[in-house]
Structures are given as structure tokens and as C-alpha cells.
């Protein structure tokens, strides 16, 4: 079945410590998307990619960075710039743009 | 500054009755999607609006789209408690590989 794949589920961070979220996708999809959601919240755009070596900052790109060797694949890094990492990280894709959004499962990044 | 606003935020109501949620945008996008999220988890796409007018049905929830009013309703029709979540709107940004996201609506539905 077609999807997309994130992990871990759950993560927890010691202060200091940089972790990789993985997201993969086998729909084909040329655009992927990194998306933070905060308790109670909506969501907010993190880095966008449209195609393989290439991508762009959302709203709140600092303390995160990203890659996208793969068309597959898309993950982000949460470094220790990043002030408040505590959240819910979820990656998406689309067939192209202005396309439906399909999401991952959604990371759970907890900074001890 | 673009904006997608959804009202209301939160909605607690009985099962059997029928409610309405609005998003309103100040973009000139004629796409707008639908998504919901259950607690915990992550969202799911329900709806697709892509022009004017349109109007989509999916069991006991119905989505329409009115461009010229920048305003798009999510219409619930005698509610079961299945649809307790929470819903959010979106729309293409300047860059339509972008969406503008509502900070969504909290559904509770009592039996």
C-alpha cells in the first residue's frame, strides 16, 4: 500500500542533542512537506521541498534543517538551535502543487 | 497578510443536531481543503474544493466553496459522537505550493 512513513513515533532529546525524523514516501510524490503542531494548535511549515536537491524555509525553519537526496525520502533534523522542540512533527506530500496534502502518522518529540 | 480564520474554535454539541463550521480567507485561492484530526493522531484529508460553487458530501458532512465570499462551511447533519475531532481548513498561500492553515475547530460530539 502506498504511503508515507515516519519515525520514530515517539522520541525523547536530552537539551544539547540534535535528532533525525525520518519520512518516507512511496506514492511518488514530488513535493514533501515538514509541519510542527504545538498542543491545541494548527500547524506551521517547517521546510517544503518540490524536488529532489532542492528546498525551501517555511514559516519556522530556524533551529531545523533538512535534505532531500531522495525523491522518497525527506528527513528533518532538529538541532540544538532550536529553543523549544517539544512537539508534533509531521511530514506530508503532494503529487505537485496545490495538491492534496497526504500526511505521515506524525513524530512525538519530547526534550527532557 | 494572509489568513484563514475558522469559527468556532471550539464546538460541544448533542448528537442528532445539526451544526455548521465557517473558514473564511483572505486569499484569492480557488482550492480549499478540508482535513480531520482525531486526538493524538495525524490528519486525514476529507475534502477538496476546487472551484466555485463546488459542494461535497461524505456521509453526514457536506463542504462548499464560495470564492467570491472567501468563505467556506463544513455542515454537519445529525451528528454522531464517530465525529468528535478536530477540523481545519486550508488554502493555497502566494506560493501554491504552500497552504495557509485555520487553527481548526474542536468538535465534540455528546451522545
Known amino acids: 500500500d502506498g504511503g508515507i512513513t515516519q519515525s520514530p513515533k515517539y522520541l525523547f532529546r536530552k537539551e544539547g542533542q540534535n535528532v533525525t525524523l525520518s519520512c518516507e514516501q512511496n506514492?511518488?510524490?514530488?513535493?514533501m512537506y515538514w509541519y510542527r503542531q504545538d498542543p491545541g494548535q494548527g500547524l506551521r511549515l517547517i521546510y517544503y521541498s518540490q524536488i529532489v536537491n532542492d528546498f525551501q524555509k517555511g514559516d519556522i525553519a530556524e533551529g531545523y534543517s533538512v535534505s532531500r537526496e531522495k525523491k522518497e525520502s525527506f528527513p528533518l533534523t532538529v538541532t540544538s538551535a532550536q529553543k523549544n522542540p517539544t512537539a508534533f512533527y509531521l511530514c506530508a506530500s503532494t503529487a505537485g502543487p496545490a495538491g492534496e496534502l497526504f500526511f505521515g502518522e506524525g513524530s512525538r518529540l519530547t526534550v527532557l | 497578510e494572509l489568513k484563514v480564520e475558522q469559527n468556532p474554535l471550539f464546538l460541544s454539541m448533542q448528537e442528532g443536531k445539526n451544526y455548521t463550521i465557517y473558514c473564511n480567507y483572505s486569499?484569492?485561492?480557488?482550492?480549499l481543503y478540508w482535513y480531520r484530526q482525531d486526538p493524538g493522531k495525524s490528519l486525514e484529508s476529507l475534502f477538496v474544493?476546487?472551484?466555485n460553487g463546488a459542494v461535497k458530501q461524505e456521509g453526514r458532512l457536506m463542504a462548499s466553496l464560495d470564492t467570491k465570499a472567501r468563505l467556506s462551511t463544513l455542515h454537519i447533519t445529525a451528528a454522531v459522537h464517530d465525529l468528535s475531532a478536530t477540523y481545519f481548513c486550508?488554502?493555497?498561500?502566494?506560493?501554491?505550493?504552500?497552504?495557509?492553515w485555520g487553527a481548526g475547530t474542536k468538535l465534540i460530539i455528546k451522545p
Open positions: 486569499t484569492t485561492s480557488d482550492r
Open positions: 506514492l511518488n510524490h514530488d513535493a
Open positions: 474544493l476546487l472551484s
Open positions: 486550508a488554502v493555497e498561500g502566494d506560493s501554491n505550493y504552500q497552504l495557509i
